[in-house]
């Protein structure tokens, strides 16, 4: 059964930093695509950063050149870097797999940015 476990998340001040990490177990993890997302109280679900089994990132306007996302495929996680963090990123970010099959959601980690 495929697992997905978020961490990192935490209390930070405008402008700072935070790394997420995901790390999944039950799966061959280098084969897949994936995801992070934010949710906040009373919004969608939204992407902030993808990175395809090759490699390949996109962002939206909201997060780009201040998220990064990679991979390490060895290790079976991905990782956000979040810089120049603003209030409005405040949310409960997800990790997700693209499966074969169908999706695979972690449980979130909670992301605070306040002063």
């Known amino acids: 059964q495929v697992q997905l476990v978020e961490s990192g998340g935490g209390l930070v001040q405008p402008g700072g930093s935070l790394r997420l990490s995901c790390g999944a177990s039950?799966?061959?993890?280098?084969?897949?695509?994936m995801g992070w997302y934010r949710q906040a109280p009373g919004k969608q679900r939204e992407l902030v950063a993808s990175?395809?089994?090759?490699?390949?990132?996109d962002y939206p306007d909201s997060v780009k050149g201040r998220f990064t996302i990679s991979r390490d495929n060895d290790k079976n996680t991905v990782y956000l870097q979040m810089n120049s963090l603003k209030p409005e990123d405040t949310s409960v970010y997800y990790c997700?797999?693209?499966?074969?099959?169908?999706?695979?959601w972690g449980q979130g980690t909670q992301v605070t940015v306040s002063s």
């Open positions: 039950g799966i061959i993890f280098g084969f897949y695509n």
């Open positions: 990175i395809t089994r090759g490699g390949v990132t």
């Open positions: 997700r797999l693209d499966g074969f099959t169908g999706t695979h």
